[in-house]
């Protein structure tokens, strides 16, 4: 169920080749058919990943990585659907999920469980979720509901709207931030110019990507980038002492999440394109 990766320092990761940077910070294999499957990172602990009802109703569990009794004893979580129509049961109260629906889910939620309502159009949820202290209310958030932040330029092929669904505009959680990203028609940058925050990590989720297409995800220390390639449907790990940009061959959709001690989008470093190496 779980995928375990381990924290990796700035001065080791800039001696690795694709492979282990693969290997160390790039996530595949998601939504496999009637699966739960989540990477659980040493990066601030979070987990993120996949879970596929297809024909079955999955239970969130928590496993002997945890170490306690239930997945959410301890943990909060952010979820959005990017398939068909399913619903999400919780401490038994049923959730409806649209196509870009979202939902959080405070701690201490006992139990959990997720269906997809046709098999032929299966719901398909993304997951992100994060040590808590305390206990949040359970909060829908449709995208009609998240705060929506517009950027970028045509110039700059980075025209975006960045909805923010698990965010202090919106509802309240211990750590956990999480939010949605569209480009616009000719845009295939995101978060260029890049930036770093110290006291947050991050994880990009991409999709709706054609099969031919690609995103070239960058990381890294400012002077010494690397790169990660990134198809449809792949998540990729960033610490906080990474920069965390991607360029694609086409227009594409991700959903990024943060996890650290701080939820303030101010509180970051911005890089200039000029100090970029």
Not at 43 to 66: C, H, M, Q, Y
Not at 87 to 104: F, K, N, P, S, T
Not at 238 to 250: E, L, N
Request: net charge negative; charged share 25%; hydrophobic share 35%.
């Amino acid at each position: 169920m779980f995928d375990i990766r381990y924290a990796s320092g700035p001065k080791d990761a800039k001696h690795y080749d694709t492979a282990r940077l693969r290997e160390e910070f790039h996530v595949d294999g998601l939504f496999r058919k009637d699966e739960v499957h989540l990477a659980y990172s040493h990066v601030d602990r979070i987990i993120a990943g996949s879970i596929f009802p297809v024909d079955k109703t999955l239970n969130l569990e928590a496993g002997k990585e945890l170490g306690v009794e239930y997945f959410l004893a301890r943990r909060e979580m952010g979820i959005i659907n990017i398939g068909g129509k399913g619903r999400i049961l919780v401490d038994g109260v049923a959730y409806e999920m649209e196509r870009q629906d979202g939902l959080y889910i405070g701690s201490e939620t006992r139990e959990v469980s997720f269906a997809s309502d046709d098999p032929a159009d299966p719901a398909k949820f993304y997951v992100n979720s994060a040590p808590a202290h305390t206990k949040h209310p359970n909060v829908k958030i449709n995208i009609k509901d998240a705060s929506p932040v517009r950027m970028g330029t045509d110039a700059e092929l980075n025209k975006r709207t960045i909805y923010q669904y698990v965010h202090p505009n919106v509802c309240k959680s211990c750590q956990l931030l999480m939010g949605m990203t569209i480009l616009e028609d000719g845009s295939v940058w995101n978060t260029m110019p890049c930036h770093l925050h110290e006291r947050r990590m991050e994880v990009y989720f991409y999709f709706n990507m054609a099969e031919d297409a690609l995103v070239f995800h960058m990381m890294g220390e400012p002077k010494e980038t690397r790169h990660i390639v990134m198809r449809n449907e792949e998540a990729v790990i960033s610490p906080s002492w990474s920069i965390h940009s991607g360029v694609g061959t086409r227009r594409y959709t991700f959903i990024w999440g943060m996890v650290g001690e701080n939820q303030e989008y101010t509180d970051l470093e911005v890089v200039a394109t000029k100090d970029v190496l």
